[in-house]
Structure formats: structure tokens, C-alpha cells
T-cell receptor
């Protein structure tokens, strides 16, 4: 199973952009990159996903390296409500999503 | 549209007992996955069901089992509970679980404490 590597924790100031990196050097050509986040005392929630091209939605942007071996989740303006554990996962057909340890994001007011 | 629901939300059991957890997926979703989350091991995949059939399974002992009903609702069962089974058990649903771009929608989880 392809694995992802993320920093254990990151810190950001409120209202500033946050770049959360993820390495996935063993990604296969058909793997989609999905990001989820888990707020305290809740189940994970979907943030964004992509295959090769950069993606934007109302929550975040996803920048994917040209060789697809890494990606970066971008929160354009962090708020206190964005404090959570962010998981970068690789998904191929036939669900068996493997979650790594994730990055705990701290947001300072 | 209602989200994924899990019952019960909290449960206390003693070692050796068995437990059954329930998950109702989002209406129209046919794939249901189960995960175990502990502070030490993080989020670990248990198994995935589609059309009442288990399609994928993680590395858990046979004490962990599940099933899916014709209405896509799913249950998981843990027999002969051990202290290490204390965890948050999460259920996630998706439309088919066969397309890599599908989103999984997670329930709030069932927190199981084994004494």
C-alpha cells in the first residue's frame, strides 16, 4: 500500500495562509490524492482531492508536484476553526484508504 | 440529506464480552468502510462492504467482523473484547467505493471503552 509522510505538527497565525506538505513517493499512476481533516471529537471530513492538476474549492487549494511525489494543501486564510489534524491519503479503486499519522495544525489568534 | 449515523455513540464493556456497532450510510451510498482510531495507532482500516459483500479487509484478527444489509446499513462486531480494543470506531460511506475520486463521508464514531 502506498504511504504518505506528513510533518507531525504545524503552527499558523490566524488570517495567514498555511501550506501543509505531504510526500507520497510511491504513488502509482492511478492513485488519487485526497485530503481529510479531523476536528476535535468528530469524524474526519473531506477537504479536497486531485490526480495531477492543481485543484481549488471553497475550503482549500491542492497543489500537486509535476512528478506527483508530493502535494501541498493550502488554506488561504487560517481561522481558529481550521485547527485540526489534516490527513493526506492515497486512494485507488476499491476502497482501502490508508491514513498516515496526519499533521496537527495549531492556529494562533 | 442526512449524514452518516452511528449508534451507539458511547459504549462501555468488560473484557471477554462482545459488542455490535451500527452504521447507517448516507442515502444512496452503497459502500461502507470501518476504521479503528486509537492514540497509538491512528486511523486504521478494518474492512469495506459493498452490496452485502466484504471487498477489502485490513490487518485485524478474526474477532473483528462485519456485515452489510440490503439497505446498505452495516454492523461491525467485536468478540472476546480485549483492553486494546478500546478505541473510536468510525464508519464512512461513499457511492460505490470503486472510483478513486469518490469522497468518503465519515460518521461521528462510536467510542468504545473496554474495562
Amino acid at each position: 500500500d502506498a504511504k504518505t509522510t506528513q510533518p507531525n505538527s504545524m503552527e499558523s497565525n490566524e488570517e495567514e495562509p498555511v501550506h501543509l506538505p505531504c510526500n507520497h513517493s510511491t504513488i502509482s499512476g492511478t492513485d488519487y490524492i485526497h485530503w481529510y481533516r479531523q476536528l476535535p471529537s468528530q469524524g474526519p471530513e473531506y477537504v479536497i482531492h486531485g490526480l495531477t492538476s492543481n485543484v481549488n474549492n471553497r475550503m482549500a487549494s491542492l497543489a500537486i508536484a509535476e512528478d506527483r511525489k508530493s502535494s501541498t494543501l493550502i488554506l488561504h486564510r487560517a481561522t481558529l476553526r481550521d485547527a485540526a489534524v489534516y490527513y493526506c491519503t492515497l486512494v485507488s479503486g476499491g476502497f482501502k484508504t490508508i491514513f498516515g499519522a496526519g499533521t496537527r495544525l495549531f492556529v494562533k489568534a | 440529506k442526512a449524514g452518516v449515523t452511528q449508534t451507539p455513540r458511547y459504549l462501555i464493556k468488560t473484557r471477554g464480552q462482545q459488542v455490535t456497532l451500527s452504521c447507517s450510510p448516507i442515502s444512496g451510498h452503497r459502500s461502507v468502510s470501518w476504521y479503528q482510531q486509537t492514540p497509538g495507532q491512528g486511523l486504521q482500516f478494518l474492512f469495506e462492504y459493498f452490496s452485502e459483500t466484504q471487498r477489502n479487509k485490513g490487518n485485524f484478527p478474526g474477532r473483528f467482523s462485519g456485515r452489510q444489509f440490503s439497505n446498505s446499513r452495516s454492523e461491525m462486531n467485536v468478540s472476546t473484547l480485549e483492553l486494546g480494543d478500546s478505541a473510536l470506531y468510525l464508519c464512512a460511506s461513499s457511492l460505490s467505493g470503486q472510483r478513486s475520486w469518490e469522497t468518503q463521508y465519515f460518521g461521528p464514531g462510536t467510542r468504545l471503552l473496554v474495562l
